[in-house]
């Protein structure tokens, strides 16, 4: 019985800013793969002619089921996401219109995400019927299926290209707001969003609380359901809408992300091509914080990096190839531990 594992870690190489003073995470086993691993090659999931290399962890996830973004359109991040929050397959235009909170900073507006507002779904829905003035039901649909993923369904699809909450977080929204043909008139719909919320009843109540207002949407990820060939994946195992979304239109077996590499050699009993995926966002650190991101790339190292360096050694996994949303993948198989001759690096050699 071979298996084939893949390792998807969005965030990987997010290391911390040069003026940070936070030691080198202890990662031996990962400098022993990404220096001893191979490029992967060009006839694998989503590799390029020298491997793939995506900038963000949505498009490294699209990329690996074949799916690549066309002239300025966006991935259809949002209606696969869709798919997998609520079973939706409807074939329209959806697009992600997450809610956000926006701090000014100098002249500018830093973006931060959905996760810092603790939204209850009470208070989303309360949220999109204060923004029915905007979104009327002949041409718009706004829809809550968790607090920090909202939905928008437009009659007209748009020729936008956008950015996702995870990339922008921290930044100053204005180099990312949406581009391409209709760019002009998401601009105005945004302004509208945020003069209705400035407004709202409900961020008043939570102001008073001491809570951060929900001050603007977010939209990104806009598109159909895209078409994924059958049997590229055996299994996928994730807790992130966008993975578990690609893999039901894969045709692949749906699991959860199991707490480490020794729970998944005992579940993952059968053989193939098995890919897991870390959801994108701060699940390898805190984005900008050192602290966390080291310890966070020492938690993966022994949770999951040495148990499966292991694996591969005894046999029970036949490869083990890796990516991150920078950098190439990296494919290794039982031979290549072999390689003594090529020394450990830094991990920031790699970013």
């Keep these: 019985m071979e298996r084939h594992l893949t390792l998807v870690v969005p965030g990987l190489f997010r290391a911390p800013p040069p003026e940070d003073t936070v030691p080198a995470p202890r990662a031996p086993a990962l400098e022993k793969l990404l220096a001893r691993a191979n490029p992967v090659a060009p ?28 002239g300025v359109d966006d991935l259809p991040v949002a209606a696969t996401t869709l798919l997998a929050d609520s079973g939706v397959s409807d074939g329209e235009w959806w697009i992600r219109a997450d809610p956000v909170h926006l701090s000014p900073r100098g002249a500018g507006l830093i973006l931060g995400g959905s996760e810092l507002l603790d939204l209850s779904r009470e208070e989303s829905l309360r949220l999109v019927a204060e923004l029915g003035q905007v979104f009327t039901p002949d041409r718009w649909r706004l829809q809550v299926l968790q607090p920090h993923r909202w939905y928008l369904r437009s009659t007209e699809p748009a020729h936008i290209h956008t950015h996702s909450v995870d990339e922008v977080w921290g930044r100053d929204i204005g180099d990312y707001l949406p581009g391409g043909p209709d760019a002009r008139f998401w601009h105005t719909l945004l302004t509208e969003v945020q003069l209705l919320l400035h407004v709202s009843p409900l961020n008043a109540e939570r102001e008073q609380r001491g809570r951060p207002p929900v001050n603007s949407l977010w939209f990104w990820g806009g598109g159909v359901l895209p078409r994924v060939g059958q049997g590229t994946w055996s299994a996928v195992w994730s807790d992130g809408p966008l993975a578990r979304g690609l893999g039901q239109l894969a045709g692949a077996g749906l699991h959860a992300l199991p707490p480490g590499a020794e729970d998944w050699l005992q579940a993952a009993d059968a053989a193939g091509a098995h890919l897991l995926a870390f959801e994108p966002g701060p699940a390898i650190g805190q984005r900008g914080d050192g602290t966390a991101w080291r310890q966070s790339v020492e938690c993966f190292e022994q949770r999951w990096l040495s148990p499966l360096l292991g694996a591969l050694r005894a046999g029970d996994i036949a490869s083990l190839a890796l990516y991150s949303e920078r950098g190439t993948g990296r494919r290794l198989v039982r031979t290549d531990l072999r390689r003594w001759w090529r020394r450990r690096r830094p991990l920031s050699c790699y970013g």
């Design 43 to 70: 006839d694998a999931p989503g590799a390029g002619q020298h491997g793939l290399s995506a900038q963000t962890g949505e498009a490294l996830l699209c990329a690996l089921f074949g799916i690549h973004a066309t």
